[in-house]
C-alpha cells in the first residue's frame, strides 16, 4: 500500500472524488476505508504510477492493525512505537498544553506571502479529532519526531530497543519504480 497504489492518489481523478465524501467519512478508519472502498474507483492501475495518497490507502492499513491487534490505531502506536522510544510528547489529540506550543500553519498567497490559516484545534484539514488517520493527524514535538528519526536512521533501533528489522527500515529506504517507468 504505497503511493502507487491507485486509492485515492492526488491527481486529476481523486480530486472530485475527494470532495464528494461525507463528512462523516472523516470521523474513523472503518467510515473511511469502508466509504472508499465502496465507493470510489482506483485513480490509475495499481504499480503502473505514482500519486501521493494522503490517508484513504494508509487507513486501510490502520484498520488491519486495529482488527488483528484488537487495540486503536492510537493505542496500538503507542504502545508498540512511542512508549518502546519512549516518545512521550506525541498525540492524535493534544492536550490544551499541546495545543498552545503548536506551530501555526501558513500558506502562500499572491505574490509569495505567507498568511496564518487558523485551523482551529485540528491536526489535519479540520479532520474529527476521534479519527485516528494513519496518512494525517499526528502532531508531536521536533524532540519526538528526532527520536523516530534516530531509530530509522540506525537500522530500526533506538537506545537498545529495536522497533522494526534492519531489513524493513531498507525496504522503506528503497525507492519504488513503478512497473512500466523507464529506467
Sequence with gaps: LTHTNGIMGENALAAPQEYLMPDSTFTSNQAMVDYVLNNTFLTFEPTKGSAYSGYASFDIIALVIEQ???LTYAEFVNKYIFEPLGIKDITFNPTEEQWSRMITMTDRVAGNKCVAIDMGNHTFEGFSLN?????ASLAGSIESYAIFGEM???GGEYNGVRIISPESVKAIATPYVPMGTPG
Design 68 to 70: 488483528k491487534s484488537g
Design 131 to 135: 479519527y485516528t488517520c494513519a496518512g
Design 152 to 154: 530509522l536512521r540506525r
